[in-house]
């Protein structure tokens, strides 16, 4: 089976620090995606890891552990605008592209 | 300009009615799939398409039949719709050996 677990809402403040984290249990592993998705909006693609370690991508950076199951995404000097849902996706080791989400971790940034 | 495109936006619909939701793509992406996405805002695949072919087909009643009339477009026809389809449905793509899925605005259907 595929068991994706994130914490269901965070909040933070402005210029802050937060880690989001994600744990899961999967048949197969072949990447954890991140992917945030504003209000009424479609997802949009943040960070792909499939080695072990730390990406860093400007304000984002995003960890994998893939012997504890276990990924976390780091959001840097937060703004307002980053108030969004932020969704892990695992993919299986099928051919295709399968993602599986979790249920996503609602961010609320304040002043 | 749009890359993954949705159309409707929104379909407010009667229980028991048949209706389509079209997806296009301009990325000369192979693959494409069909999410459902509920009030929990929980993501769930459908179903995918590889080159007009379909390649998964996850646990989904059968009032829900995908259709690829070529690689740039998927289109999802629902039967009988039920209160239960309620959801925002997004249609995304990603090219061969790519990692990125590209997501379309979504189509919100309320079934009343």
């Known amino acids: 089976g595929q068991n994706i677990d994130q914490p269901t809402e965070m909040t933070a403040t402005e210029g802050a620090i937060v880690q989001i984290n994600c744990t899961y249990q999967t048949s197969g592993f072949n990447g954890l995606f991140w992917y945030q998705q504003h209000a009424g909006e479609a997802p949009t693609f943040l960070s792909y890891n499939v080695l072990d370690g730390l990406e860093e991508k400007g304000r984002f950076s995003s960890f994998l552990s893939r012997s504890k199951g276990y990924s976390y995404l780091l959001l840097k000097e937060l703004q307002m605008k980053d108030s969004a849902s932020y969704l892990c996706a695992v993919r299986g080791d099928t051919g295709f592209q399968k993602l599986v989400f979790g249920t996503g971790t609602r961010l609320l940034v304040s002043p | 300009d749009t890359a993954v495109s949705q159309t409707p936006k929104y379909l407010v619909t009667q229980m028991g009615n048949d209706k389509s939701i079209k997806c296009e793509q301009n990325l000369g992406h192979d693959t494409m799939y069909w999410y459902k996405q509920d009030s929990k805002k929980f993501l769930k695949i459908m179903f995918s398409?590889?080159?007009?072919?379909?390649?998964i087909n996850e646990t989904v009643p059968n009032r829900f039949s995908p259709k690829s009339p070529d690689k740039a477009h998927l289109n999802l026809h629902i039967n009988s719709l039920e209160l239960g389809d309620s959801a925002v449905y997004f249609c995304a793509s990603v090219g061969r050996g790519q990692e990125t899925q590209y997501f379309g605005p979504g189509t919100r259907l309320l079934v009343l």
């Open positions: 398409y590889n080159n007009k072919e379909l390649i």
